[in-house]
């Protein structure tokens, strides 16, 4: 954990709180912030609000800047998966899960978080609804049809939902509305949006724009593509990408260097102050291919210092401060192990050195990223984070085999403190750097 001598020696970078002007520009409280996905079903033994409202502190301490809850409305019954059926399937856009609890709970939790300095925003499934959400005999002409007439999903496989049909100018003004709701009802601080890019882009330039009327809140689309980011109006969005590249790193598939192609074509893709989203694993990951211990194997912390360090904004799932290497059923309960917090020390040192500097913000207010080359950059990947007055150092060992490097130039050149030790050392030009298999060293200058 970074020593107290170390957070004051820094205190200088701390970026104070501003308003925003710009409907369009990101919260301000969003550019230093972790966001953490809060599975509420398999969080507690109970998997209530009230339940996980006890956890709050906790995830306080630990340096959660932003709780992302999973979807919170009440799951259809009919065409169920599993005894509890898929979080994704809404049966109810202006109500709570019952087996969460009540509306009120929700709010308390939202409170709770506020005034412990956290922000709340929800999953909100906008692309479809259960077959007995009231919508469809309400409102039958706002769903997808096959040439018979008959509703449809919205992919073959997902057969406990039925498809929304966004060419309906009512369905639009609702769902804009339902949004509006949870802002107002319960001061929620934003959205999630599933699938995002499998609803028209239009309906979020359209509705977007009015909640941010309400309050500034903070957006990340399910989506990789560069135009979920036109406007501005979404603050971020997946890097799959980038996320798979770690998968096959990690299996030893594909060299470290391939994140300089990948991270060079979201330059030039991508708006400067997009923040792209940074994970190991996710509910979707762990559920359906593996936790990040399956899929990266003693890599996966490395490749957690990497997704805090490198450009964006990281996520942490539900479970993963405690090391679970379990795969949590989706359509079932399944309470989450968690332990003694193994990694809790750990991901605490992350959040600490992302939210007490500004070298680490997401968009274009972070320290200039500048890769340092070395003389095997196939298993190494090395970086600087660069602003006026501070430096960070990266060094990543990407691979099972403990290798000395050379690191190439002088830009990194300086006396550094490494924030998960505390050890200091001196870098001179062309310096060379033993790393042990998966070793991951982080220096402040």
């Not at 209530?48 to 800047?65: C, I, N, S, W, Y």
């Not at 992919?155 to 060419?167: Q, R």
């Not at 479970?319 to 309960?333: I, P």
Request: net charge neutral; with cysteine.
């Amino acid at each position: 954990m970074i020593s107290f001598g170390f957070i004051l020696s820094f205190a200088a970078c701390v970026r104070p709180v501003k308003t925003e002007s710009n409907p369009a520009a990101h919260v301000a409280w969003s550019r230093n912030a972790t966001i953490y996905e809060v599975n509420i079903r398999q969080f507690t033994p109970q998997g209530t609000f009230k339940a996980f409202e006890q956890e709050l502190p906790r995830l306080q301490k630990m340096g959660v800047g932003i709780l992302w809850l999973m979807p919170i409305n009440p799951l259809g019954e009919k065409k169920r998966k599993g005894s509890l059926g898929s979080y994704y399937s809404v049966s109810d856009y202006l109500d709570v899960n019952p087996e969460y609890g009540t509306k009120s709970d929700f709010i308390d939790v939202v409170k709770k978080a506020h005034e412990l300095g956290m922000k709340v925003i929800i999953d909100w499934v906008a692309n479809h609804t259960s077959w007995d959400n009231r919508l469809i005999s309400k409102h039958p002409e706002w769903y997808k049809k096959d040439s018979t007439g008959n509703i449809v999903p919205p992919v073959a496989d997902w057969t406990d939902v039925a498809a929304l049909d966004y060419s309906q100018p009512g369905l639009r003004e609702y769902m804009a509305d339902a949004l509006l709701y949870w802002i107002k009802e319960a001061d929620i601080d934003g959205y999630r949006c599933d699938v995002a890019g499998m609803l028209p882009i239009s309906f979020w330039h359209e509705t977007i724009p009015k909640l941010k009327e309400v309050k500034p809140i903070f957006m990340l689309a399910e989506d990789e593509s560069p135009k979920m980011h036109d406007t501005g109006y979404f603050d971020a969005t997946y890097s799959w990408e980038l996320f798979h590249a770690m998968n096959s790193i990690a299996l030893g598939k594909k060299p470290a260097i391939v994140i300089d192609s990948i991270y060079g074509a979201e330059l030039k893709k991508y708006p400067g102050d997009a923040f792209r989203m940074r994970f190991t694993s996710n509910h979707d990951e762990n559920s359906w291919n593996g936790t990040e211990f399956e899929r990266m194997g003693e890599g996966a912390r490395t490749f957690a210092v990497f997704c805090f360090t490198f450009p964006g904004i990281p996520l942490i799932y539900s479970g993963q401060e405690s090391a679970m290497n379990r795969r949590l059923r989706f359509f079932d309960k399944d309470t989450i192990p968690w332990g003694n917090y193994p990694l809790e020390s750990f991901y605490t040192t992350l959040t600490e050195l992302k939210t007490k500097t500004n070298l680490l913000d997401a968009g274009d207010a972070g320290g200039k990223f500048i890769k340092v080359p070395t003389s095997n950059d196939q298993v190494v990947y090395a970086f600087l984070r660069r602003s006026p007055n501070n430096q960070l150092l990266v060094v990543l060992n990407m691979s099972n085999q403990p290798t000395t490097v050379q690191l190439k130039g002088s830009e990194f050149s300086g006396e550094y403190q490494e924030v998960f030790t505390s050890s200091r050392r001196t870098f001179g030009n062309n310096e060379k750097i033993t790393l042990n298999a998966w070793a991951y060293q982080v220096y402040v200058k």
